[in-house]
């Protein structure tokens, strides 16, 4: 994980998932969205492990340098994340950049 991704999950656990906070510097992005239009990973215990569905825990919504709307989920499973995914709300943007962290609204969970 680069910098800016560790700052992005570090701020989302703190809020919502305090007890994944500790499990961010042993998760390995064993994958990246192949899409090319998002910033989104996919995380295992080792570069090894397989894909895992996880339910959606963190549901968010911030803004990006240009002002678009950029949805952020965090799947996983009760022992830790499994995916931070990046979509564009509007469909219209394609999201190459992380949102700012200031940016950040808690759409919640249903």
Do not use: H
């Given at each position: 994980?680069?910098?800016?991704?560790?700052e992005?999950?570090?701020?989302?656990?703190?809020?919502?998932?305090?007890?994944?906070?500790?499990?961010?510097?042993?998760l390995?992005?064993?994958?990246?969205?192949?899409?090319?239009?998002?910033?989104?990973?996919i995380?295992?215990?080792?570069?090894?492990?397989?894909?895992?569905?996880?339910?959606?825990?963190?549901?968010?919504?911030g803004?990006g340098?240009?002002?678009?709307?950029i949805?952020?989920?965090?799947?996983?499973?009760?022992?830790?994340?499994?995916?931070?995914?990046?979509?564009?709300?509007?469909?219209?943007?394609n999201?190459?950049?992380?949102?700012?962290?200031?940016?950040l609204?808690?759409?919640?969970?249903?």
């Amino acid at each position: 994980m680069n910098k800016s991704e560790i700052e992005f999950l570090t701020y989302l656990f703190s809020k919502e998932k305090s007890e994944w906070t500790n499990l961010i510097e042993n998760l390995k992005v064993i994958a990246r969205c192949g899409c090319g239009k998002c910033a989104s990973i996919i995380f295992g215990k080792t570069f090894d492990s397989e894909i895992q569905k996880g339910s959606l825990m963190i549901d968010y919504a911030g803004k990006g340098k240009n002002g678009e709307l950029i949805g952020i989920s965090v799947f996983g499973t009760y022992q830790m994340p499994t995916e931070l995914e990046f979509y564009s709300i509007d469909g219209e943007s394609n999201i190459i950049e992380l949102p700012k962290i200031q940016t950040l609204t808690n759409y919640g969970i249903k």
